[in-house]
């Protein structure tokens, strides 16, 4: 029982140290507000990341293409790994580090938005998407742990978890990935 209890108590710190700072708030708002730009811009928000950076990076793509709280016109967003095919092939005849700078190449636009999740901050792939990002304009955003790793001068927004414990950090991730959801729900939405 008492790992249980301390696996939720170093939870909780971790929230309660980004709770009490007032710049990291800041930045999360700041997202919050350029996301609801780029909708109202008829821009896109992408995501990336690796593991289950990946799959909280395809859980908050799903969040602004689906819902959140409640029905709404669907927002233009989607997680970047979702095509095996395109994944696969990329990753065999370029590179694995290539997977995510291509398709932004792709796909991407001024005045979209890329939000790579990285509990490092040094994920080669999710780099190399940023700086193909940065060259067509986009804005970019890493979600990270404490350090920012190399992504921390790659980006335009750095939301650096205060923690170097991956759970710890991909349990917040989630939790400012749904309030930026619900900002940008809200604020493009609002309910009478």
């Known amino acids: ?24 708030l800041k930045v999360i708002d700041d997202v919050s507000s350029a996301c609801c ?6 821009n896109k928000v992408l995501f990336c990341g690796n593991g289950g950076s990946a799959a909280d990076a395809q859980h908050l ?17 989607e997680a ?23 398709l932004v190449k792709g796909i991407g636009k ?17 780099i190399r998407a940023f700086e193909v990002a940065n060259e067509i304009g986009m804005l970019t955003v890493a979600l ?6 190399r992504m921390k001068n790659a ?3 750095l939301i650096n978890v205060p923690s170097a414990d991956t759970p710890r950090i991909q349990e917040s991730h989630i939790l400012i990935g749904h309030i930026i959801c619900e900002i940008v729900e809200s604020s493009l939405f609002p309910k009478e």
């Open 1 to 24: 029982m008492s790992r249980i209890q301390e696996c939720i108590r170093q939870s909780i710190e971790t929230k309660q140290k980004i709770l009490n700072d007032p710049a990291l």
């Open 37 to 42: 730009t780029a909708f109202c811009n008829g």
């Open 61 to 77: 793509a799903a969040e602004f293409s689906g819902r959140f709280y409640y029905d709404r016109p669907p927002l233009s967003s």
């Open 80 to 102: 970047l790994h979702v095509n095996t095919s395109y994944l696969t092939a990329v990753g065999n005849d370029y590179s694995f580090d290539e997977v995510y700078s291509r």
């Open 110 to 126: 001024e005045g979209d938005i890329l939000i790579g999740l990285s509990t490092s901050g040094n994920s080669k792939n999710v």
């Open 144 to 149: 990270t742990g404490e350090s920012g790793g």
């Open 155 to 157: 980006v335009d927004f």
